[in-house]
């Protein structure tokens, strides 16, 4: 394995191509069609371009592709159709957030197109440094997706089926981002009632670690708040399909569209000076409809 693919260089795939060529890999992507921000985040980080998704299959060993969950199914279109026009030999790991028949129904896309597939999760913050983020794996190829291992990543093969590995994460996502739209819903709803204070007071009392959670999580959510609303749709189409309600997840995806509306969803990772929490309620609050 000498060079790796990444679809797309954003908040999470330029720091996973950052840590690959640090430990020795060449890392490409095709960025015709990304903003000038993930343009921006791949010269950072090393990651060279490469003009066509032809010339991005026929370059790399491996593409990782790391977007939100509704790009994921035309993404895996658009390395198809290259495989088809080049006969490359490729192996094509999704590694987005989405629902274990999402991901089935996309390794069907690149297999008939003749490459090889693995899915694949992220769990965790990108992966700047040793131990804090695992790409779970399944199906037959998974084996080779672990050769990473050797270059940065962490990757646990779990099985050799595909939808395993998508599986963990919507579980997993499920409980931590699913518990911050919990989180946001309540305290905007203290703060619109006036008794955040009081309530804070409560917590610190009877729920002092989840209080500290929040005010050192909550803050920061926003920027990504517009992507999760998408993820929480693919863990309620996760829980359906096994026979469970979605509608829980259903509605943390609304309390993201919620936040994604406001201002505050319109700052980056980047930005300085996030908000405090009770800075972020009080702009919140401000956007609810009148009572």
Avoid at 101 to 107: A, D, F, L, S, V
Avoid at 160 to 182: E, N, P, R, V
Avoid at 234 to 239: D, F, L, Q, R
Avoid at 272 to 290: Q, R, Y
Wanted: glycine content about 10%.
């Amino acid at each position: 394995m000498k060079t790796v693919g990444i679809l797309s260089p954003g908040d999470m795939g330029h720091t996973v191509g950052e840590r690959l060529k640090s430990n020795g890999l060449r890392v490409v992507a095709h960025l015709a069609d990304r903003s000038e921000r993930t343009r921006g985040l791949a010269a950072k980080a090393g990651i060279e371009e490469v003009d066509s998704y032809d010339a991005l299959v026929e370059e790399a060993d491996i593409v990782l592709c790391i977007l939100v969950p509704a790009e994921a199914g035309a993404a895996a279109q658009k390395v198809a159709d290259a495989l088809g026009r080049t006969g490359a030999d490729l192996l094509y790991a999704d590694c987005n957030a989405i629902a274990p028949q999402t991901t089935i129904e996309i390794g069907e896309t690149i297999t008939e197109a003749g490459g090889r597939f693995v899915d694949a999760s992220i769990i965790g913050p990108p992966p700047r440094g040793e131990g804090a983020t695992r790409f779970y794996a399944s199906g037959k190829h998974a084996n080779k997706l672990a050769n990473l291992n050797d270059y940065g990543l962490d990757v646990p093969v779990i099985s050799d089926w595909i939808g395993d590995a998508s599986a963990i994460k919507m579980c997993y996502a499920g409980l931590t981002k699913g518990l911050t739209a919990l989180c946001v819903e309540l305290l905007v709803a203290a703060e619109a009632l006036g008794v955040r204070e009081a309530l804070f007071a409560e917590y610190n009392l009877s729920q002092a670690a989840m209080l500290k959670r929040m005010e050192g999580g909550l803050p920061g959510m926003p920027p990504k708040s517009r992507r999760w609303v998408g993820e929480m749709e693919e863990i309620s189409a996760t829980m359906a399909g096994v026979g469970m309600t979605g509608k829980f997840h259903d509605g943390a995806a609304d309390i993201y569209r919620f936040v994604g509306d406001s201002t505050l969803a319109d700052r980056t990772p980047e930005d300085p000076d996030a908000p405090t929490l009770e800075e972020m309620l009080e702009l919140l609050v401000g956007t609810l409809p009148a009572r």
